[in-house]
């Protein structure tokens, strides 16, 4: 089982990023998937996340508005679309995957996790 996540870099504030995670090992259509984000030294917070069949999604209050998450299963992808970056969205993101059908916001209901991406967003 792994997640391969990518599309983070270094942006001014007001630009957009897609995020997309990868699976690969297993089936993803019946699993939850979820983006987090982190700050050195901080807990890993909910950004996003979406249910298996796609139909449900939770955001995070900051984001709500600005990002977007969706998924692929035939492609195994999920990805996170962010538009109006602000500084404060500055963070290594995490996606993640729970065998649980309901989207949880804590990282401890999520068993996999990718290596992370970094966005840095500037003013």
């Known amino acids: 089982v792994q997640l391969q996540a990518s599309g983070g870099g270094s942006v001014q504030a007001g630009d957009s990023l897609t995020l997309s995670c990868v699976g690969s090992?297993?089936?993803?259509?019946?699993?939850?998937k979820a983006w987090f984000r982190q700050l050195p030294g901080k807990e890993r917070e909910f950004v996003a996340g979406i249910s298996g069949h796609g139909r449900n999604t939770q955001y995070a209050e900051s984001v709500k508005g600005r990002f977007t998450i969706s998924r692929d299963n035939a492609k195994n992808t999920v990805w996170l679309q962010m538009n109006s970056l602000r500084p404060e969205d500055t963070a290594v993101y995490f996606c993640?995957?729970?065998?649980?059908?309901?989207?949880?916001?804590?990282?401890?209901?999520?068993?996999?996790w990718g290596q992370g991406t970094q966005v840095t967003v500037s003013s």
């Open positions: 993640a995957a729970s065998r649980e059908f309901s989207i949880g916001y804590s990282s401890s209901e999520y068993e996999d």
């Open positions: 090992g297993y089936t993803l259509s019946m699993y939850t």
